[in-house]
């Protein structure tokens, strides 16, 4: 019944709706509605590239990527919950791109919240850094000279060292925090709800340009409340260590490798570990997820495809996206509904877009004043006592 009447509903009621089923009493639901209405103030429309082809366009919102719905949805949670905590709560945020500036804005200039994000020397793109290193107010850039994993790796530690725990009340808002997770949901079911009733009898597939792996658990747990899904396509760069998991049911983390697609270059996924316990074995995983990674260069020539077919600038991570749909297709041919969804914002990749000799979009006006600003980070080594140092000394 949710599914049937989610096609008369509007995107906050959608998600009001579903949150609602799962948060079950823990907040009043004039609170859970607000903190909806302020957090997903932006739709995420699905366009149709052709009969059985859609992109879910999911970068609509503060800063341009998928990351805004889970961090605008965590910090307003997390205000309602520490509104009047004793200590100041520090967000620790990995970012291997997209996320830390989403965090960022999320939490940016609210009392009792300082966010400190960690990401990797000279292996984010330019505008990427542009956006991380010019918010200022509560939020510091750290800039690790290391990997994704390192930043990653620091994080984890912060939360387990007594003093940092003693001086701070810290938080993550990495998808290793589940109500980063649980916003994600919503746009799997506001994709549902935008198809028209005439594909609807059709199964449904989601390609899922995927690297720590929360968006397609997102996914997942759409489908365990009931979403119509038949597959999801977990769509990676060479840092394949699922869809290799997929084939051969080893599980096998390794140092990532840098990529186009530098949002998704995660050697060892942090997500991974629900979705096991979503399935408990390999062959249940095998049923609803379809696993298949990609080159730079097939990155690239999926992105001049996209464009000579339907003239839609797709940035590497959603040609991966795109991709993935498209090998699927090769194996079980197209009687299905494909979804992409579209992580980024073209705009943010800009040299790749050069590299595909494909013309550059506009730049929304909130990313050129970010380009204008002057960078400011703190660079530290990928040792822990360094970030440790800083920390306790801030």
């Given at each position: 019944d949710?599914?049937?009447?989610?096609?008369i509903?509007?995107f906050?009621?959608?998600?009001?709706?579903?949150?609602?089923?799962?948060?079950?009493g823990?907040?009043?639901?004039?609170?859970?509605?607000?903190?909806?209405?302020?957090?997903?103030?932006f739709d995420?429309?699905?366009?149709?590239?052709?009969?059985?082809?859609?992109?879910?366009?999911?970068?609509?919102?503060?800063t341009?990527?998928?990351?805004?719905?889970?961090?605008?949805?965590?910090?307003r949670?997390?205000?309602?919950?520490?509104?009047?905590?004793k200590?100041?709560?520090?967000?620790?945020?990995?970012?291997?791109?997209d996320?830390?500036?989403?965090?960022?804005?999320?939490?940016?200039?609210?009392?009792?919240?300082?966010?400190?994000?960690?990401?990797p020397?000279?292996?984010?793109?330019?505008i990427?850094?542009q956006?991380l290193?010019?918010?200022?107010?509560?939020?510091?850039?750290?800039?690790?000279?290391?990997?994704?994993?390192?930043?990653?790796?620091?994080?984890?530690?912060?939360?387990?060292?007594?003093?940092?725990?003693?001086r701070?009340?810290?938080?993550?808002?990495?998808?290793?925090?589940?109500?980063?997770?649980?916003?994600?949901?919503?746009?799997?079911?506001?994709?549902?709800?935008?198809?028209?009733h005439s594909?609807?009898s059709?199964?449904?597939?989601?390609s899922?340009p995927?690297?720590?792996?929360?968006?397609l658990?997102?996914?997942?747990?759409?489908?365990?409340?009931?979403?119509p899904?038949?597959?999801?396509?977990?769509?990676?760069n060479?840092?394949?260590?699922v869809?290799?998991?997929?084939?051969?049911?080893?599980?096998?983390?390794?140092?990532s490798?840098?990529t186009?697609?530098?949002?998704?270059?995660?050697?060892n996924?942090?997500?991974?570990?629900?979705?096991l316990?979503?399935?408990g074995?390999?062959?249940?995983?095998?049923?609803?997820?379809?696993?298949?990674?990609?080159?730079?260069?097939?990155?690239?020539?999926?992105m001049?495809?996209?464009?000579?077919?339907y003239?839609?600038?797709?940035?590497?991570?959603t040609?991966?996206g795109?991709l993935?749909?498209?090998?699927?297709?090769?194996?079980?041919?197209?009687?299905?509904?494909?979804?992409?969804?579209?992580?980024?914002?073209?705009?943010?990749?800009?040299?790749?877009i050069?590299?595909?000799?494909?013309?550059?979009?506009?730049?929304?006006?909130?990313?050129a004043?970010?380009?204008q600003?002057?960078?400011?980070?703190?660079?530290?080594?990928?040792?822990?006592?360094?970030?440790?140092?800083?920390?306790?000394?801030?």
């Amino acid at each position: 019944d949710f599914f049937r009447l989610s096609r008369i509903r509007s995107f906050q009621e959608i998600a009001f709706e579903a949150a609602q089923s799962l948060f079950q009493g823990a907040l009043l639901n004039r609170d859970l509605k607000a903190i909806i209405e302020d957090a997903i103030n932006f739709d995420a429309p699905l366009v149709r590239l052709d009969q059985s082809t859609f992109m879910l366009e999911l970068f609509h919102g503060e800063t341009l990527a998928f990351k805004d719905f889970g961090a605008r949805f965590l910090a307003r949670l997390m205000k309602h919950f520490l509104h009047d905590a004793k200590q100041e709560t520090l967000i620790l945020v990995a970012t291997s791109g997209d996320t830390g500036s989403a965090v960022a804005h999320g939490f940016l200039g609210m009392d009792g919240f300082k966010v400190c994000l960690l990401y990797p020397s000279g292996k984010v793109s330019k505008i990427q850094e542009q956006q991380l290193t010019t918010i200022g107010g509560n939020v510091i850039a750290l800039e690790i000279q290391g990997t994704f994993d390192d930043c990653q790796r620091l994080v984890k530690q912060a939360f387990l060292d007594a003093d940092l725990r003693e001086r701070f009340q810290l938080s993550s808002a990495n998808s290793i925090n589940i109500a980063r997770l649980i916003p994600q949901m919503f746009y799997y079911l506001r994709a549902y709800s935008q198809l028209h009733h005439s594909v609807l009898s059709k199964p449904l597939i989601f390609s899922v340009p995927s690297g720590n792996f929360g968006n397609l658990t997102a996914g997942l747990f759409a489908k365990h409340i009931g979403l119509p899904v038949s597959k999801f396509i977990a769509a990676t760069n060479i840092n394949d260590i699922v869809p290799k998991y997929l084939e051969r049911g080893i599980f096998e983390p390794k140092p990532s490798l840098q990529t186009l697609s530098n949002a998704m270059d995660v050697g060892n996924p942090s997500n991974f570990a629900r979705m096991l316990a979503l399935y408990g074995s390999v062959e249940k995983m095998r049923e609803d997820i379809y696993g298949a990674s990609f080159t730079d260069a097939e990155t690239l020539e999926g992105m001049r495809e996209i464009y000579r077919r339907y003239e839609y600038i797709a940035e590497p991570h959603t040609a991966i996206g795109y991709l993935g749909l498209e090998h699927y297709r090769k194996q079980v041919g197209s009687d299905h509904v494909g979804i992409v969804l579209a992580t980024a914002h073209p705009a943010k990749f800009l040299d790749a877009i050069e590299q595909a000799g494909l013309k550059p979009p506009a730049v929304p006006e909130r990313l050129a004043q970010a380009l204008q600003k002057p960078k400011q980070s703190v660079l530290l080594t990928n040792d822990f006592s360094a970030l440790k140092g800083f920390l306790m000394a801030m």
